[in-house]
């Protein structure tokens, strides 16, 4: 690192044309910029300027060392506006995990609405209702129903959402022995403690169907397959399938936004953030 230092420090004299414009420019004393030199040159076992109390001039020697320290100087000066820009402009892969549920009904419209304008951002979106490895699946956002563990990564609460047992809409059925259909993370006995204030009951089902998607089981809901848990959000959208009377609804599922930036959120990041956060405001009532 301190050979880097030199040579832009060089790269500053040459193009500067004096030690004290150098310095003046780098915001140091001429003796900090002269022992640089020194030191350069000295490491390097040979003279890189001729220099009088009026002008300088490279060396054969020097010139060829500023060619390629000044290609270097460029290049960095190219990598930290680059990096820089990033935060000034949204740009790059962007990597978001959501349950299915939440990636069609939130996270998708949110994400397309605010950018949609940059086509310098690339959306990687992975559907999936297990909680996935953040740091091994190299994501940038996760939109989870829960808190993590994980005290290494930064998440905050942004919303929560209640199941419904669902139907049919007109469908006349008895809520405990209605055919159940299941999504595939639920294991039999099916047992649900649904309440309220005002009520409590313990239900208990044999599985009839099994779905691995929420829109799998919504569509066998609505062909009048049985009875089975959507989110309200969800609930709320579809005028073809209606909550089972008198069932209350699920206890509340905290909505968590989770990332692995501790400081210096990328742009992308922070903008994902407050769209979704928006978006669930929107379309969440509790």
């Excluded at 000034?88 to 990597?95: E, H, I, N, S």
């Excluded at 939440?102 to 949110?110: G, H, S």
């Excluded at 930036?261 to 903008?271: A, N, R």
């Amino acid at each position: 690192m301190n050979k880097l230092r030199l040579m832009s420090i060089f790269v500053h004299i040459v193009e500067a044309g004096s030690i004290s414009k150098a310095a003046d420019k780098l915001d140091v004393s001429k003796s900090v910029i002269s022992a640089a030199l020194k030191q350069l040159e000295q490491e390097l076992d040979t003279c890189l300027l001729k220099r009088t109390t009026r002008r300088q001039s490279l060396t054969p020697a020097g010139e060829r060392f500023y060619s390629q320290c000044a290609l270097m100087t460029k290049q960095a000066e190219t990598a930290w506006q680059t990096a820089t820009e990033f935060q000034q402009v949204p740009a790059g892969k962007l990597t978001v995990t959501a349950p299915h549920a939440l990636m069609r009904a939130i996270v998708l419209p949110a994400l397309t609405n605010v950018f949609n304008t940059y086509p310098s951002v690339h959306l990687n979106l992975i559907s999936d209702d297990k909680h996935i490895d953040i740091m091994l699946q190299d994501i940038d956002l996760a939109v989870r129903v829960g808190a993590s563990d994980d005290s290494n990564l930064k998440q905050r609460k942004v919303g929560k959402f209640h199941d419904i047992l669902c139907q049919a809409r007109g469908l006349t059925a008895q809520s405990n022995t209605s055919s159940y259909i299941a999504q595939y993370w639920q294991r039999e006995p099916i047992m649900h403690q649904l309440s309220n204030e005002q009520e409590q009951q313990a239900l208990e089902y044999k599985v009839t169907h099994r779905a691995n998607t929420i829109f799998d089981v919504v569509t066998m809901l609505e062909m009048k397959l049985g009875v089975g848990l959507v989110p309200s959000f969800l609930l709320e959208t579809n005028p073809k399938i209606e909550a089972v009377p008198n069932i209350a609804p699920s206890k509340e599922n905290p909505i968590y936004m989770i990332h692995p930036y501790h400081s210096h959120t990328p742009l992308t990041v922070m903008m994902a953030i407050e769209a979704i956060e928006k978006r669930i405001k929107e379309t969440i009532r509790n």
